[in-house]
């Protein structure tokens, strides 16, 4: 089966035509970032209006580059939510066009249920061990971690989600787009701060980066919460910055990154082990923009090898981790919900498990 899929929840536009839920045949994504970064962070309207401009020279690029014609397409899949209602009007609006005038089925796709597809797509995956070229197995934990969410979730098979651990307030994205700014370091933060950290020599190999805290490592649940670490790197700077009467230094900057990326990475590894060695999944995914963090990756990677667990690790390539189509219509093909184009509509509240 041949899917058509279009994702425009966030800055990216994007459209890609997947067989089977696995093969990419074409993949195209164009990206408003660069807008961004002279505001520091994504304006909804702005955002909005470049993917209206966008989305349909890049459905004519995706349909091209697969070497389809239309009628081969046996049905198009779009981000429903959640995400900008602007941006997702975007995608919705058109798919459903292309619906009514294509004659093909519609599939509404929750965007942080597609994100976890990523780890299906042939070539895009990175496994670990054994794992090796291997779709996934069920039950699996995965952990999506975006610029708006970051959940734990245990899934049974296709379509049985339930939701194991959330953030209380901020997401982990949103953290480190959060501290980037506070550093001074561009939009989008996480690969910013991930480039300044790789820049970080430590001065002695007994020094632990340890300066900022780990909130809600010790209790007794799989929740999160990062916004007490965001005010802490706040107050650390705004500190650092009396006694200088300077912006902050280039090293500091760099030390900072290193710290804030350690203290994220180590939360979401900790949680992420308590609930692999109290569910006992098949297979662990990771997915999400944050999914494309070396560090995290390594680490968790090192955890699993340490504590021994009988799990595979599957973690998509770093362009599949971030907002992608190709997920979307992987998404879709293993979850075929298929409704009327009149019945489509946009959802920016929607949460992993609804
Ligand atoms: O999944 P995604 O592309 O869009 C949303 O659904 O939100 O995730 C975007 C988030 C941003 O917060 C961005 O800073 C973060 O993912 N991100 C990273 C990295 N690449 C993107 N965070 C840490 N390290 C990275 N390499
Ligand atoms: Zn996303």
């Known amino acids: 089966m041949i899917i058509l899929g279009i994702e425009t929840s966030c800055d990216e536009t994007a459209a890609a035509v997947v067989k089977d839920g696995t093969k990419i045949l074409s993949n195209v994504v164009a990206s408003s970032a660069e807008m961004h970064i002279k505001t520091g962070g994504i304006i909804p309207e702005q955002a909005a209006r470049q993917q209206i401009k966008s989305i349909l020279p890049v459905i004519q690029e995706t349909v091209d580059r697969s070497r389809l014609a239309v009628d081969q397409i046996d049905a198009i899949a779009v981000t429903s939510g959640p995400g900008l209602i602007g941006s997702l009007l975007v995608g919705v609006e058109t798919a459903k066009t292309l619906s009514y005038v294509w004659r093909k089925p519609i599939i ?3 965007h942080l249920v597609g994100h976890i597809y990523a780890n299906w797509l042939k070539e895009e ?3 670990g061990r054994a794992g090796e070229n291997k779709l996934p197995q069920f039950p699996l ?3 999506v971690v975006s610029g708006g ?3 734990l979730v245990y899934m049974k098979g296709h379509s049985k989600i339930e939701l194991v651990g959330t953030t209380r307030d901020d997401a982990a994205g949103e953290c480190f787009d959060k501290c980037a700014r506070i550093l001074g370091l561009p939009y989008p933060g996480g690969p910013a701060i991930a480039a300044a950290a790789a820049r970080y020599q430590i001065p002695d190999t007994r020094y632990k980066l340890k300066m900022f805290p780990r909130p809600m490592l010790n209790e007794n649940n799989f ?4 916004s007490g670490l965001k005010t802490a790197v706040l107050n650390e700077v705004k500190g650092k910055k009396r006694i200088t009467h300077s912006a902050v230094k280039v090293k500091d900057v760099e030390h900072y990154a290193a710290e804030i990326q350690e203290a994220v990475c180590d939360v979401l590894v900790k949680k992420s082990l308590e609930v692999l060695e109290r569910y006992e999944p098949k297979s662990f995914l990771l997915a999400g923009g944050v999914a494309a963090n070396l560090r995290l990756r390594e680490k968790i990677s090192d955890e699993i090898k340490t504590k021994k667990l009988q799990v595979i690790l599957h973690v998509p390539k770093p362009n599949f981790c971030t907002d992608n189509a190709a997920s979307i ?3 879709a093909f293993y979850n075929q919900k298929p409704i009327p184009w009149q019945k489509i509509s946009a959802n920016p509240g929607l949460t992993i498990n609804s």
């Open 223 to 226: 929740d999160f919460s990062f």
């Open 141 to 143: 934990i995965a952990l």
């Open 329 to 331: 219509a992987g998404c």
């Open 108 to 110: 509404p796709v929750n």
């Open 125 to 127: 995956r990175e496994s």
């Open 149 to 151: 969410h970051t959940d």
